[in-house]
């Protein structure tokens, strides 16, 4: 045999991606390789109306989850011509479906009927996916991005998913519960005409811009970028197509259609612009949201990528393993975190060194705990909001701590992720977790777990800077038989923290079985 | 404008009527040759069939229904078919006369004779005897009308003789046929008693026989050598009648046939077995409304009383000219020998494009280049190929295709099954609604289905006449999809005859594209938006209409434009005006229209730029393909959709670019050529007649479908490679 220096090319796979919208189920196939490339093979997608019922009533009817059935026994069909494996299927269900007070049955009937497995997503879940499949599109935009202020949209049937970012960072990421669906009934409900539409929605969008002014001003944004099928149709129309992955729309331009469209009726909108039925519902609302946010900014222009939450999938799929977009969504979670704690006033120099100290003790005690990565990002948004509850009163600011934690969303966390850190954030002092501590006990016991062993860290790295003059600039760690001693490299006098340690190294003892000693 | 009493259209079915005159003149032209003039007159026969069908039963209708209105063209439906019965009256006649006149005496020169009932010879009568005996008459059913003006019920379109009939009272032999009628109890009249007693002589009883249609209409009698005689099968049953009705003295006899309304939809609200309810439309489709009635006889004592009892008018009635049901009669074209008396033979050539490196594989040509099948001029064989080796290539994921009209010992069909069975997913679309052919379609349908293809039974309210395959490979580099769109059917049989365009393509952007109309077309999917491809009844005339007025915007008096077409028929009132638009502005606007052409060209202020040849030839004008010069940026169109309401509005169609800038220069020389034709070209005069374009002496002789075989021949014979030292063998990979 002769040694070759053929390349062998990337290996392929085919994965498909179904999203369980509220007004339509769509699936995408794509062919993506081990390097991150993916190529669009097929897509499909029906109308049905999952969101309306939801919205309303809280279930999904009986029609809506016959007809969802029907199209995805013609999709398991497709998926069949195209002889993708299971496992390279996934299934996302989003705010209809999550919201449904039936979601148990009827996803249990859809894997009976089906043999899909839908994963019901969740809104910061959404934004993940999100951000992943607009970075792709607008890739050739990076650089300007990184230098100016940008604000991502989409405007759901159920939900608006809104993401700001300060020079590419991460400041604010929220799931509003503003959608075209939801907002017709409401409107029906309660207002007659276009103009109180207008009404209806000014009113409410300014409400949520208040808050999000908090976080970042919104005139200092100059990329809007929407995402989603209202804001396609109208760059279809009125935009410019000057990149691959996504097109652009003058502001006037953008203005100028949605003042056309405002006054038609549903039959007017499918007439003139030449859209389905089902395209044409919701196009108002929808785009009447993304003017109103738009006017708030600077931007003089909207950046409609060519992508959906489905191609974020595709590319969490994709890259699922690899370092480069992990480290990128790492940084965004992080600079997410930091940003709360500013908007709730937070001692950043010692959330700071909190985080530095805790994460190293996580990663030289690798072997004791066995946790994974994402534990240690938990972690990481822990120590750098386990203070923030301050900001309310210093006397059981844990407590406080918890509370806003909870309460907040922190880009690329799920609910649960939330769950966890909060927890932490909550016993980084004070008492350990009892059984009186109902929502701590309410939780699943790989969750206990894992709280118990972070929040141990944290307290001991919380302790390494008890007088918050960040003296200790790292540690080594040595393991004895059932004493660590931690050999800092330190400047000045660091009693105070050694002390401290004694105080508040019970929980990681008791954690992990052994004492903690700073030298 | 135009003069105000010009019309703005020609009526679509006066322009039709013009078509099958075309047609006939191809055989009253002395310079086809025979038996392809015998075909011509046959197909001018099975045209009329079709049309009186659909589009005389349809003005009939509408005349009962009372609609009022007018058509484009500014007719009401009565003046409609009053002048198409009398237009079609002097073709038919035209057609008889040459037949009598000129085809048979030509034809029994050659020695091809037709011996007919009253003039056999003593051979000729003993032989169709005994065959009468023997092949006939035992599957005979005469139908006997007793009561006077009783309703025979003839099945659309089958030939019958009809007989009245007169007890013999004297026979001994009718008592005989009792019993023996009564013993058998099948073949055979049943009479009981006759008619009432006393009425005798003024009530003849009608009798009716139907042609089985299992019998061949000719039968050969035989010969001496390089000669061929035959007879019809109603000659023979004619010459042997009194067998039928012992008993009875046959005072007339006579062959007639009644077409019926074929144009019954199916329920389209069942769609729940949507198989069921179109067989139940082919049943009732025999015996719908008569629209036409004609009669061999001499007088009209029959033709009276069939029409009587159908309902029908005088004009109604077609009884000038033997033999009927020409359509039938076909196959005298194909009989052995007498190869001077045809159109030399043009075996289809292998595809220009096509012809491959040694060692190379069609799946790599295909990835290398486009290439475009001009059938019958080139193999349409390739296509066939193609899905036979997908059928047994293990890299083959899945085939989707649409089938309209294909025949049923199809080789496609058969490759089909074969890849279902090698685990393949199949997806055809099997359109029933394809009007003549749905008896045959029904059985393939069920028989795919049993081998596990996924056989989807076309789109309520909508026809899909898209035609559109595609392949889908896995190969070392990803997925590859194999894509074949064309303008004809994927019909082996009718690829010989028919002229199409057909591209095969492995472009991204196309295949993705097809993919999502399979999508929509197997109920996935939702309709998709399409860029590359355009569909109809959604997008196309829309795209069509912008492509038009994009010429007409561009032109200048320095650059006016350029548009050519190719379609079989125009007739769609919104395109016309669209065409009409681009002519003022200055737009030269070049149409080849092989049938219906309702847009009036040449004329001043509304259509001077426009010119429409139509070209009848060996081969059925079939491809659709339209170029705009766009300035300089050229484009080209394939499409099967053809530039009719019906077409665009109506029907799945597909239009997709032809993208390689060889394959549209082809496309546009293929234009030039039939734009050049001065032997089988007409063009359409201001008034709606057709006249000959000026042919020049011999040499200038441009005659287009013999230049393009021509050409397919040269560069399939420059093409064969020389010295092979190797055979390039072809095998299953493993």
């Known amino acids: 045999m002769s040694t070759t220096d053929q390349v062998s090319p990337p290996k392929t796979k085919t994965v498909a991606v179904i999203d369980m919208g509220s007004s339509a189920i769509r699936m995408v196939i794509a062919e993506i390789d081990d390097a991150g490339h993916w190529r669009r093979l097929d897509r499909a997608g029906k109308p049905v109306s999952l969101g309306r019922d939801v919205f309303v009533k809280g279930y999904l009817s009986g029609d809506a989850m016959r007809q969802a059935v029907k199209i995805l026994t013609g999709f398991r069909e497709m998926l069949e011509g195209w002889q993708i494996a299971e496992e390279d299927v996934r299934v996302i269900a989003t705010s209809a479906i999550r919201e449904a007070k039936n979601r148990d049955t009827f996803l249990d009937r859809v894997y009976l009927r089906t043999g899909f497995r839908i994963d019901v997503v969740e809104g910061v879940e959404e934004n993940h996916l999100t951000y992943l499949a607009v970075q792709y599109a607008v890739d050739q935009m990076r650089a300007q991005f990184s230098r100016a202020n940008s604000l991502i949209i989409e405007v759901g049937g159920g939900t608006t998913e809104v993401m700001m970012l300060r020079r590419g960072k991460m400041v604010a990421a929220h799931s509003l519960r503003l959608g075209t669906i939801r907002i017709e009934q409401q409107v029906k409900r309660s207002w007659e005409s276009a103009t109180d539409l207008e009404t209806f929605l000014r009113e409410n969008i300014r409400v949520t811009q208040e808050i999000l002014n908090a976080e970042m001003k919104m005139e200092s944004i100059r990329f809007f970028v929407a995402v989603g099928g209202d804001a396609r149709l109208a760059a279809a129309r009125v935009g410019r197509k000057e990149h691959s992955g996504f097109s652009v729309v003058d502001r006037k331009d953008f203005n100028e259609l949605v003042a056309r469209i405002q006054g038609y009726t549903l039959e007017e909108i499918v007439s003139e612009l030449d859209v389905t039925y089902n395209e044409a519902e919701g196009l108002v609302p929808a785009l009447l949201i993304l003017k109103m946010f738009l006017d708030s900014t600077q931007a003089t222009q909207l950046i409609v990528p060519d992508v959906s939450i489905r191609e974020g999938v595709l590319l969490s799929f994709a890259l699922g393993t690899s370092k480069e977009v992990e480290h990128e969504f790492y940084t965004q979670v992080v600079a997410s975190a930091v940003n709360l704690g500013k908007k709730y006033r937070f001692d950043q120099q010692h959330a700071m060194q909190v985080r530095k100290l805790a994460l190293s003790l996580f990663d030289q005690m690798q072997d004791d705990h066995g946790m994974d990565q994402h534990a240690r990002m938990l972690l990481e948004v822990a120590a750098i909001l386990h203070d923030i509850g301050n900001y309310i009163r210093a006397s059981g600011h844990h407590k406080h701590s918890q509370y806003i934690i909870a309460n907040s969303e922190i880009f690329g966390l799920s609910r649960s992720d939330i769950s966890v850190v909060s927890h932490i954030a909550r016993y980084h002092r004070k008492a350990q977790p009892n059984s009186s501590h109902t929502s701590f006990i309410s939780l699943r016991r790989e969750q206990r777990i894992r709280i118990m062993k972070l929040a141990a860290i944290l307290r001991v790295a919380d302790a390494l800077d008890r007088g918050h003059h960040h003296r200790i600039k790292g540690f080594r760690l040595e393991k004895g038989e059932d004493v660590i001693t931690l050999y800092c490299d330190y400047v000045g006098d660091i009693s105070v923290e050694k002390h401290g340690l004694e105080l508040k190294q019970e929980m990681f003892e008791e954690t992990f079985g052994y004492q903690v000693v700073a030298m | ?734």
């Open chain 2, 1 to 734: 404008m135009s003069d105000a009493d010009a019309p703005r259209y020609f009526s679509r079915d006066l322009s039709w009527v013009e078509f099958n005159a075309r047609v006939l003149e191809e055989a009253l032209d002395e310079d086809v040759p025979l038996l392809e003039r015998w075909k011509f007159l046959c197909i001018v026969a099975s045209n009329f069939d079709e049309f009186f069908m659909v589009r005389v039963a349809s003005l009939k209708r509408q005349i009962k229904k009372g609609t009022s209105g007018v058509d484009p063209s500014g007719l009401s439906p009565e003046t409609q078919l009053s002048r198409i019965i009398a237009r079609s009256k002097e073709i038919i006649t035209a057609k008889y006369e040459c037949l009598w006149n000129d085809i048979l005496p030509r034809l029994e020169q050659e020695g091809i004779v037709w011996a007919r009932t009253g003039a056999y010879s003593g051979s000729q009568r003993t032989f169709v005897r005994d065959f009468f005996n023997r092949e006939i008459f035992p599957v005979l059913t005469p139908v006997r009308h007793e009561e006077p003006g009783a309703l025979p019920v003839p099945g659309n379109n089958r030939l019958h003789i009809a007989f009245l009939l007169e007890p013999d009272e004297d026979s001994e032999m009718r008592r005989l046929g009792d019993y023996a009628a009564a013993e058998e109890g099948a073949a055979g009249p049943t009479p009981r008693q006759g008619p009432r007693t006393g009425q005798g002589e003024q009530e003849e009883l009608l009798a009716v026989v139907q042609l089985p249609p299992a019998l061949e209409r000719i039968i050969y009698v035989p010969e001496q050598e390089n000669r061929i005689t035959f007879t019809l099968l109603e000659d023979a049953i004619l010459e042997n009648a009194q067998q039928l009705f012992p008993g009875y003295r046959i005072n007339r006899q006579g062959c007639f046939r009644v077409t019926r309304d074929a144009d019954l939809g199916v329920d389209e609200e069942r769609d729940e077995d949507f198989v069921e309810a179109m067989e139940q439309v082919l049943e009732s489709r025999e015996y719908s409304d008569a629209v036409r009635l004609s009669v061999v006889e001499d007088g009209d004592r029959l033709s009276e009383r069939l029409r009587r009892a159908l309902g029908l008018d005088e004009r109604d009635v077609y009884a000038k000219g033997s033999p009927l049901a020409m359509g039938d009669l076909m196959p005298l074209a194909h009989i052995s020998g007498f190869d001077h008396l045809r159109d030399e033979h043009m075996p289809p050539m292998p595809p220009r494009d096509l012809s491959q490196e040694e060692g190379t594989s069609f799946w790599d040509t295909l990835k290398r280049r486009d290439v475009l099948l001009h059938q019958p001029y080139e193999s349409f064989e390739p296509v066939v190929r193609l899905i036979q080796d997908a059928a047994g290539d293990p890299e083959v994921l899945s085939i989707k295709m649409t089938l309209y009209r294909t025949s049923g010992d199809s080789p496609i069909v058969g490759a089909l099954e074969e890849a279902a069975e090698n685990g393949k997913q199949v997806t055809v679309l099997l359109e029933l609604k394809a009007r003549f052919d749905e008896q045959r379609n029904i059985r393939w349908a069920e028989h795919l289905e049993r081998v596990g293809v996924i056989v989807i039974y076309g789109i309520a309210q909508l026809k899909v006449h898209a035609k559109a395959l595609m392949i889908v490979r896995r190969e070392s580099e990803g997925v590859v999809r194999y894509v074949h769109l064309g303008t004809g059917n994927y019909n082996d049989k009718t690829a010989k005859l028919y002229s199409d365009f057909g591209v095969l393509t492995t472009r991204e952007e196309t295949a993705y594209e097809l993919n999502l109309f399979f999508n929509a077309i197997s109920g996935y999917s939702a309709i998709p938006a399409l860029n590359r491809l355009a569909l109809a009844p959604v997008g196309l005339k829309t795209r069509l209409l912008q492509l038009i007025d994009r010429e007409r915007r561009r032109a200048s008096p320095e650059a006016p434009g350029l548009i050519m077409a190719k379609v079989n028929s125009l007739s769609h009132p919104e395109i016309i005006d669209a065409l009409y638009r681009a002519s003022q502005a200055g737009v030269k606007v070049m149409l080849n229209v092989r049938g219906i052409c309702m847009l009036v060209p040449g004329v001043p202020g509304l259509s001077e730029n426009i010119t429409v040849v139509s070209i009848v030839d060996r081969f059925l004008e079939h491809g659709r393909a339209f170029y705009f010069e766009n300035g300089g940026a050229e484009e080209m169109y394939l499409s099967s959709a053809d530039w009719m309401p019906r077409n665009l509005d109506r029907r799945v169609e597909l239009m997709f670019p032809v993208e390689s800038a060889a394959l549209k220069r082809r496309l546009k020389h293929v234009f030039e050529v039939t734009f050049a034709d001065n032997v089988k070209a007409r063009v359409l005069q201001p008034d709606g007649s057709w006249e000959r374009a000026a042919k020049g002496g011999r040499e200038s002789e441009v005659r287009s479908q013999k230049v393009f075989y021509e050409e397919a021949k040269s560069y399939a014979q420059a093409g064969e490679p020389a010295n092979r030292k190797e055979f390039s063998v072809r095998r299953k990979p493993l």
